[in-house]
């Protein structure tokens, strides 16, 4: 009798975590969690073109601010370059959103960090490509995006 309820026990369980793992949604985090480790590896903008490329249904806002988030962690860890990359691959998602707020934040990052690794001509360029993007989107919106605090 015992052994007939232990058997039991085991086929309910293989059989719940069957079901679970059919239950299971697709993998989006999981992606989008690798998309993020992957731009992270990246170490050219065509690597950062060809991780977007491959992974189009992963382009979302969240994966935006995954990737600025990461961006800013590697600026603050004076990884600038890596930093350069991250905040190109921000750009590029917010362009394929058509997000013009989002463009305009992730280019105000890659002139701040361009001006941190002693480009400032680059950095003023660039700076000022995102304030010209920046005509006609709302002062809430730039608020909530963080951008003012580059224009201090």
Known sequence: ?????????????????????????????????ELILNLQTARTAAQVSEILAAHKSLITLSAWARVVAEGRRRYEKSEYDQSELLMGAAKEIAEQLSDVGRVAASIGFLGEVCLFKGEPSKAIEILLQSEGMLHGVPQSTIFDLGISKIWR
């Open 1 to 33: 009798m015992k052994m007939n309820l232990a058997l039991a026990v085991i086929i309910l369980l293989s059989i719940g975590l069957s079901v679970r793992a059919q239950l299971k949604p697709s993998n989006a985090s999981t992606s989008e969690d």
